[in-house]
């Protein structure tokens, strides 16, 4: 039998990818995958789409999010899977992590302001409405305004001038930490995944958060070089957690790919059945 294939990290419109929830699905079929995870950040909002989607494409569609922690002046990025994502309570938790990012907006875009740069966040929202963007504004909108109006040539230039950790405009905001992220998540009856770890320099932190208890680590990443992939697949190995692959495609701009195409990084679909029982396993202690 052939070998089923899932993407573990995919953003959609709901969030800062430039392609809807069905889009996604669709481009899942098309790259030959058996099922692909939905995880914008902070929101499940593309979700139920991209189940409709994927019941008429024969798509199976993985209930996921990003959240947006902070750890010693790093964003540090830590995706929930199987969460119970309907609830109002959950609504309400997500919506405050939301909040803060929106006002993560108001002062980038101030600090922009300070760097003789004329934008405002409702600039940068309109550009993102006007290509089809549901839910919250993120930085790759901002870069998407920076290159368009000539402050940068592309999209990696506005993130390491401007936005990126580095970058003359950052501005550091009052995030969970991912520890609270990984409980959280439990709480939801979610399983946790360290998102793109080769990002963060921050190895001694990606131990303790597996021995907090998280889940899996995403070893296969756009981003990451092979080193890396290879660095934490032995990590990973060692702290006997699951090793997953996600592209974090986020849609294209200006006609070139952000990220990774859909599907370029991928895994077996066993493990999504590994994910899947590690969070039955929180949903039944939490029950008890
Ligand atoms: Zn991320
Ligand atoms: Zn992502």
């Known amino acids: 039998m052939p070998i089923a294939y899932v993407d573990l990290h995919t953003h959609t419109t709901a969030s800062d990818g430039t392609c809807t929830p069905s889009e996604n699905v669709k481009l899942a079929a098309e790259a030959g995958l058996a099922a692909l995870a939905i995880t914008d950040h902070d929101t499940f909002g593309g979700l139920a789409e991209a189940i409709e989607a994927g019941k008429e494409l024969g798509i199976e569609v993985v209930p996921g999010v990003e959240?947006?922690?902070?750890?010693?002046?790093?964003?540090?990025?830590?995706?929930g899977y199987y969460?119970?994502?309907?609830?109002?309570r959950m609504q309400s938790r997500l919506a405050g992590l939301r909040d803060v990012r929106a006002k993560r907006n108001v002062r980038l875009a101030e600090r922009l302001r300070q760097l003789d740069i004329a934008i405002?966040?409702?600039?940068?929202?309109?550009?993102?409405?006007?290509?089809?963007?549901?839910?919250?504004?993120?930085?790759?909108?901002?870069?998407?305004?920076?290159?368009?109006?000539?402050?940068?040539?592309?999209?990696?230039?506005?993130?390491?001038?401007?936005?990126?950790?580095?970058?003359?405009a950052y501005v550091q905001v009052d995030r969970i930490s991912p520890f609270e992220a990984i409980d959280f998540i439990h709480e939801s009856g979610g399983a946790a995944v360290?998102?793109?770890?080769?990002?963060?320099?921050?190895?001694?932190?990606?131990?303790?958060?597996?021995?907090?208890?998280?889940?899996?680590?995403?070893?296969?990443?756009?981003?990451?070089?092979?080193?890396?992939?290879?660095?934490?697949?032995?990590?990973?190995?060692?702290?006997?957690v699951v090793v997953t692959a996600g592209s974090d495609f986020h849609g294209y701009r200006d006609g070139v790919?952000?990220?990774?195409?859909?599907?370029?990084?991928?895994?077996?679909?066993?493990?999504?059945?590994?994910?899947?029982?590690?969070?039955?396993?929180?949903?039944d202690s939490s029950s008890l």
């Open 83 to 88: 969460m119970e994502w309907g609830g109002e």
């Open 257 to 283: 790919v952000f990220h990774a195409p859909l599907g370029s990084r991928r895994t077996s679909l066993d493990v999504v059945r590994e994910l899947e029982r590690k969070a039955r396993g929180y949903r």
């Open 120 to 168: 405002t966040v409702a600039d940068v929202e309109r550009l993102a409405q006007a290509n089809g963007a549901t839910g919250s504004v993120g930085r790759p909108h901002f870069a998407e305004w920076l290159v368009q109006h000539g402050y940068c040539t592309d999209m990696g230039e506005a993130f390491d001038k401007y936005l990126g950790t580095n970058g003359t």
């Open 194 to 240: 360290v998102a793109h770890p080769g990002l963060y320099d921050a190895d001694e932190l990606v131990e303790r958060l597996i021995q907090h208890g998280v889940d899996g680590i995403e070893v296969a990443h756009a981003d990451h070089t092979s080193e890396q992939e290879l660095h934490y697949r032995e990590m990973a190995e060692q702290g006997n």
């Open 67 to 79: 959240i947006s922690t902070a750890w010693e002046g790093q964003d540090i990025h830590i995706l």
